[in-house]
């Protein structure tokens, strides 16, 4: 292998199988016929050379595509748009005053990044994305994208996150946004502000989806558009009339969340998914493939994955250049020259494109020679050309039976002069001097609308909008209406309402497990259960595993509520004889994702926003192995929290020592920590089925109910079988909250402690509380804690209201109060990390230990892992004997005797450093 610098792959002989080697396995009927075939095709390769080979292969494959004869499409085409000329439907719209509107929006776009930045230096905003795509969003805003009026459910449109001035400049044009708000690009703080990207969290009635967090709105929306489908399949809403556009920047395909599902869409057949993915060749620090050709790669994923695929890489000036091809030479040249190449010619000029592009080929030098420099300059690439984006748009909406991509080539920075234009700075670039606004006026002929003198010295650039009784106005207004309404804009409307379940659904939680030992995780599935057979309210819940249902005891729902198949149960199943088979059905309920916890989280956030995306409430619930949670898909979680999903999460198999046998991968002591950094989570922690069914009642009502909130719920459920007790009187307020006394000090007993637990450390803390009445005289409280996330919340705003109204009577915050009658030290356990319970480390009123699971965890049985991280009862007594000593309210004996009696080994290793 020669790996000197500079020395190509190409010139290395790889060994890799080709596709058609199968071939020899295949009997010839006729050796004879198949020579003579053979022999016609060496013979034109050697009279008429490859490219007519090339054409003649082709011929002959499409006659064999029309035939129906089953042979493969190639996954490659030349490099050329994939609608001929003679194929692109008539343009309706009146392309000189939309170009004029596209004018006007580019220069807004520009002038409002470049304030934003005059007003504060540094605070960014793009001006090149957009100004690559702006014909590639306006022919969507003038023709295609459907909007909410008049009842209509509207298409979904994911925007590329940092395209958002272009979004914003239109919505100017359209009045929805005045001046004012275009000087608050990205100062949001003092109301009246533009969010830098699409943030439903912070423009709720203006974003939908947020992007900007690559790789994150492609995932979504293909999961989106598999949502509509359950929902249509369901019949609990007709998704017939909406598509998910989504529009993704050719640097952004490398994240795995962009084409990680691609072949989901195929396999479902989602024709209401259309992709626009913007080649500009470019991302931040450089080309995207220099290289290569990204059009190409991706034509090929796409393809392979049975999408179709529309390459719009060629404007309306290159058509006759291409009829005039016969030789197939300028093919060639297209083909041939590398992206890098691509991008160079653009930050050049005309007389560079001749001598570099044309200049490759004689024959295609010689197609330009009567052509000026700036003719030759003047050539255009697909994505700019609003004829070819028309042409593709137009029919991605009316192919059916698979999902659609456009892979439009463009320039990056287009129109925003030499500076710019096709530079590797130029995704950084975001200002422009008087001096390039000056050129950028000219480049979009905006001499009227602009005045010469707004422009002079250092003056302020002006916006530009047209009048209301304008041309323009009235032709973007007016096709906006045909589409019904201005876009984007979210608008939480009921279409359908929802019925929230009455108290008999949580009945059986409630009641306990009688003698019967039970785990949270499978008193979660029979509420679920009993949630689906609520009527009018079950329909709406959404049931999401990824691949764990049966680790979860959810096998058992599986013929009730059937397994989301659009297709339906194409074969008899294995274990069809079983109660607990395997049942798949086109109207299915539970959605089996497979094993991706990302497309999960995607589908969720799809259920969890249809409130607000189709006015459709539904509830959704994703259960997953909380170790590959909020770890796993933290980013997705976040851009749910951002686009305001209400649902709830369920970590399965929680804690560090309760799930014993997996290991350091799988046990999960951590997430809570996690989720307790998205503000939009609510996190718990339950011990007892009670209380999960407790905080599950009060979400549904907090987030569906008369005054909803857009929060979502994280409880743990473990897979550890005990006593469920029945609920008792008055504990709901405390367990939202996030605690209550669970139990007083047992009595006869002299010393005060007491104990917090949370789920499954709940068995230590109640066999420590006997050990220590029985053996030491010691009286502990068992107080359950919920919620850290929520008493820390709450303390940290009584805190803060404190600290500003000095004057008046400090407050105390509720975990305050409710343990200022301990009277002596305060015990956590728990089988997540210390810092769980540390969140609420300064407001407890007494000596606060914690004993937590640090450190990675590792498989044993569950007495010797809990042992091993000191989370056992002996450690839970000891803890307690000890603070008791440090306050001089027992003697050190006390704690030698613990040690003994639960062979306690002061020098073991702490859990946190083994490594
Ligand atoms: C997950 C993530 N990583 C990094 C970034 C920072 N970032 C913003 S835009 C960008 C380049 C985007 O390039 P491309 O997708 O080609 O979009 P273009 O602007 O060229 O249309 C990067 C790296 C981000 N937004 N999200
Ligand atoms: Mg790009």
């Known amino acids: 292998m020669n790996n000197s610098p500079g020395h190509h792959p190409d010139q290395e002989e790889f060994r890799r199988v080709l596709p058609d080697e199968f071939i020899h396995q295949l009997y010839d009927q006729d050796p004879t016929e198949t020579s003579e075939w053979l022999e016609s095709l060496d013979d034109v390769v050697a009279r008429h050379g490859p490219t007519r080979a090339r054409y003649l292969l082709a011929k002959l494959l499409e006659r064999a595509h029309q035939a129906n004869i089953g042979v493969p499409h190639s996954i490659t085409t030349p490099y050329v748009n994939t609608i001929p000329p003679e194929d692109e439907p008539e343009f309706p719209g009146d392309g000189d005053l939309e170009r004029r509107i596209r004018r006007f929006i580019r220069w807004n776009a520009a002038v409002m990044v470049v304030k934003a930045n005059h007003q504060e230096k540094g605070i960014g905003g793009h001006l090149s994305t957009f100004a690559s795509s702006a014909t590639l969003y306006e022919v969507g805003f003038n023709h295609f994208f459907r909007g909410k009026d008049n009842g209509n459910p509207g298409d979904h449109i994911y925007f590329q996150g940092h395209a958002v001035p272009g979004i914003y400049a239109r919505a100017f044009l359209e009045r929805r946004l005045d001046e004012a708000h275009l000087d608050n690009f990205r100062f949001e703080i003092g109301g009246n502000g533009l969010s830098s990207y699409p943030h439903p969290r912070l423009m709720p009635d203006f974003w939908e989806y947020p992007t900007v967090s690559m790789g994150l709105g492609p995932i979504n929306s293909i999961y989106h558009a598999r949502f509509n489908r359950y929902l249509h399949n369901r019949t609990l809403d007709d998704t017939s009339e909406s598509k998910v556009w989504c529009f993704v920047g050719d640097g952004e395909v490398d994240e795995p969340e962009t084409l990680g599902s691609i072949s989901l869409a195929s396999r479902e057949k989602l024709d209401n998914l259309i992709w626009v993915i913007n080649c500009n060749l470019q991302r931040l620090d450089g080309p995207v493939r220099g290289n290569g050709k990204i059009i190409q790669e991706l034509e090929a994923v796409f393809r392979g994955a049975g999408w179709n695929v529309l390459k719009v890489i060629w404007g309306s000036g290159w058509d006759p250049l291409l009829a005039a091809d016969h030789e197939g030479a300028l093919v060639q040249v297209m083909t041939d020259t590398v992206d890098g190449e691509y991008q160079r010619y653009k930050a050049e000029n005309g007389a560079y494109v ?9 024959r295609t030098l010689a197609m330009v020679e009567d052509w000026t420099d700036d003719q030759i300059w003047a050539l255009r690439r697909g994505g700019l050309d609003y004829r070819k984006v028309y042409a593709a748009y137009k029919v991605a909406t009316e192919l059916s039976g698979a999902p659609t991509v456009i892979l439009a080539k463009t320039i990056k920075g287009w129109t925003l002069g030499p500076d710019v234009e096709g530079r590797n700075a130029t995704h950084q670039i975001k200002e422009l001097t008087n001096a390039q606004l000056r050129e950028l006026r000219e480049r979009l002929y905006l001499h009227e609308e602009i005045p010469e003198e707004s422009l002079a010295g250092d003056r302020e650039p002006p916006y530009f909008r047209p009048a209301e009784d304008s041309p323009e106005f009235q032709y973007l207004m007016e096709h906006r209406k045909v589409l019904h309404g201005l876009l984007p804009s979210r608008v939480v409307r009921v279409r359908s309402p929802l019925t929230l379940p009455g108290p008999e659904a949580f009945a059986e939680v409630y009641a306990g497990s009688g003698k019967a030992e039970a785990s949270t995780t499978t008193a979660f599935t029979r509420l679920l259960r009993n949630l689906c057979r609520v009527p009018d309210f079950g329909p709406r819940v959404v049931p999401i595993v990824p691949d764990e249902a049966r680790t979860f005891g959810m096998d058992s729902l599986f013929r009730e509520l059937k397994i989301y198949a659009p297709h339906g149960q194409l074969y008899e199943p294995v274990d069809a004889k079983l109660l607990l088979s395997y049942v798949e059905a086109a109207n299915g309920q539970i959605l089996e994702e497979g094993i991706t916890e990302a497309g999960s989280m995607a589908m969720w956030t799809a259920a969890a926003t249809s409130y607000a995306n189709r006015g459709v409430a539904m509830v ?170 929520k008493l820390r919340d709450e303390a940290a705003a009584i805190e803060r209201w404190n600290r500003l109204h000095p004057r008046e009577e400090a407050k105390v915050p509720f975990v305050s109060r409710e343990l200022r009658g301990v009277g002596g030290p305060v015990v956590a356990v728990t089988d997540f990390m210390k810092l769980v319970p540390d969140q609420i480390g300064r407001w407890v009123p007494a000596k606060f230990i914690i004993l937590g699971t640090d450190g990675f965890g590792r498989s044993d049985g569950r007495a010797r892992l809990r042992r091993f991280f000191e989370i056992d009862a002996g450690h839970v007594v000891l803890a307690v004997l000890s603070a008791l000593v440090r306050e001089g309210k027992l003697g050190p004996q006390a704690v030698a005797d613990a040690i003994s009696r639960y062979g306690i080994d002061p020098e073991a290793p702490n859990s946190r450093f083994v490594h």
């Open 354 to 362: 001749r001598e570099h592009f044309f200049g490759k080929d004689p």
């Open 620 to 789: 959704p619930f994703f259960i997953f192995y909380s170790m590959f949670g909020f770890q796993r898909v933290g980013d997705l979680a976040w851009a749910a929290g951002d686009a305001r999903a209400r649902g709830f999460l369920l970590g399965a198999t929680a804690g560090r020592t309760t799930l014993a046998g997996e290991g350091l991968q799988h046990q999960d002591g951590h997430s809570h920590i996690l989720a307790a950094t998205n503000p939009a989570t609510e996190a718990y922690d339950p011990s007892f089925a009670y209380e999960m069914g407790t905080i599950i009642e009060h979400g549904i009502r907090r987030m569906y109910g008369d005054d909803p909130e857009d929060v979502f719920f994280y409880l743990t459920l473990y897979n550890e079988n005990h006593v469920q007790p029945p609920r008792p009187e008055g504990v709901e307020a405390g367990i939202i909250s996030g605690l209550y006394r669970w139990t007083q000090a047992p009595a006869g007993t002299l010393l005060r402690a007491a104990i917090l637990f949370s789920g499954t450390a709940n068995l230590a803390a109640r066999a420590a509380q006997s050990d220590l009445a029985e053996h030491y005289g010691v009286g502990a409280e068992l107080w359950s804690v919920t919620s850290y996330q």
